[in-house]
């Protein structure tokens, strides 16, 4: 049982569609991270929150938005995505944004077709 | 950015045999951690090392944080223990998290 849940496990969309990835952490921290890890490559971070508030947009394009609704939850919005964004999408969390340990949800595999 | 390299970038051992896996960094780091990353995708913690030993069962980490390098060694290996392990360091003046491109470890039976 990880303290870090994201749903769903899996989603196909396509390129017109509009979905969300849902990440709920049970472990009281106050920082939250999106990261992509595509095919052959290292994990990318996309996207910082700490307190609610974002910290770090890694120059992630328009159709990929996040929110931050309270320090417990984080949501990917996608829409009109391209098959190059087809990849894993990881969640985690930290006590805070300085060097703390960070947990990692399960992922949600996305295609998009 | 601070660069994070690893190796080897693929293992291939028996079961039963031993490995170290290593990851070199290019900066200071405040923190360093090792995951283990499952056939589902999940990066599971192995340790939080920003410097020194640690020892958690059949595996075990070093980190050498003045030479810019940590180790993880993997003993009596079994075919549970393949995947993708990952470091990851958290240095420099940004609040990122930087990983490696990962050792990609197959035990055979």
């Known amino acids: 049982e990880t303290g870090v849940t994201q749903t769903p496990r899996h989603l196909v969309m396509g390129m017109t569609n509009k979905k969300s990835l849902k990440c709920e952490q049970h472990?009281?921290?106050?920082?939250m991270y999106w990261y992509k890890q595509s095919a052959k490559k290292p994990l990318e971070l996309m996207f910082v929150y700490s307190l609610e508030e974002r910290v770090e947009n890694n120059s992630v394009p328009s159709r990929f938005s996040p929110e931050c609704p309270n320090s417990s939850h984080l949501f990917l919005h996608l829409h009109t995505l391209q098959p190059e964004d087809s990849a894993l999408y990881l969640c985690?969390?930290?006590?805070?944004?300085?060097?703390?340990?960070?947990?990692f949800g399960q992922g949600t595999r996305l295609t998009v077709v | 950015g601070i660069q994070v390299e690893q190796s080897p970038p693929d293992l291939i051992l028996q079961e039963g045999a031993n490995s170290t896996l290593r990851c070199n960094f290019s900066d200071s780091v405040n923190n360093l951690q090792w995951f283990h990353q499952n056939p589902w995708g999940q990066l599971i913690n192995l340790f939080y090392?920003?410097?020194g030993t640690k020892q958690n069962g059949r595996l075990s980490a070093t980190t050498v944080a003045t030479e810019r390098y940590s180790l993880l060694y993997i003993s009596s290996s079994q075919t549970t223990d393949s995947g993708v392990y990952f470091c990851a360091v958290f240095g420099g003046a940004t609040n990122k998290l930087i990983f490696g491109t990962g050792t990609l470890l197959a035990v055979q039976p």
């Open positions: 985690a969390s930290s006590q805070d944004i300085t060097n703390t340990e960070a947990f």
């Open positions: 090392i920003p410097s």
């Open positions: 472990l009281g921290h106050n920082a």
